[in-house]
């Protein structure tokens, strides 16, 4: 199983970014996906994921109505479209998916991406 993120860059404050995870090796219409970041210096966190079940987002408070989550069953991937950006959304942002995968539990994703970098800057 293999998640390809990318669509990181640097970016001004109020830009927008559209990142992708493309996975392979694993059907995501069975799972759910997460995505999460990790600021320099902090621990990794929860943006958003959405179900399997029946593609219901759910978004932490820091991105609600900033960022959203979809995915093409067809291609196997999933985006997360991050607009309004601010200097603390700078992060390496990652992708997970996998069977047990629910919510924003990280330890319940079995498969990793390997992060694409985020900077928001003036």
Do not use: H
């Not at 320099?40 to 079940?53: A, F, M, N, Q, T």
Request: one cysteine or more; a neutral charge.
């Amino acid at each position: 199983v293999q998640l390809q993120a990318s669509g990181g860059g640097t970016v001004q404050p109020g830009g927008s970014l559209r990142l992708s995870c493309a996975v392979s090796g694993f059907t995501l219409g069975y799972a759910s996906v997460g995505w999460f970041r990790q600021a320099p210096g902090k621990e990794r966190e929860g943006v958003s994921c959405i179900s399997s079940s029946d593609d219901s987002a759910y978004y932490e408070d820091y991105v609600k109505g900033r960022f959203t989550i979809s995915r093409d069953i067809a291609k196997n991937t999933v985006y997360l479209q991050m607009n309004s950006l601010k200097p603390e959304d700078t992060a390496i942002y990652y992708c997970a998916t996998g069977p047990r995968g629910w919510g924003l539990v990280q330890r319940l994703y079995d498969y990793w991406g390997q992060g694409t970098q985020v900077t928001v800057s003036s």
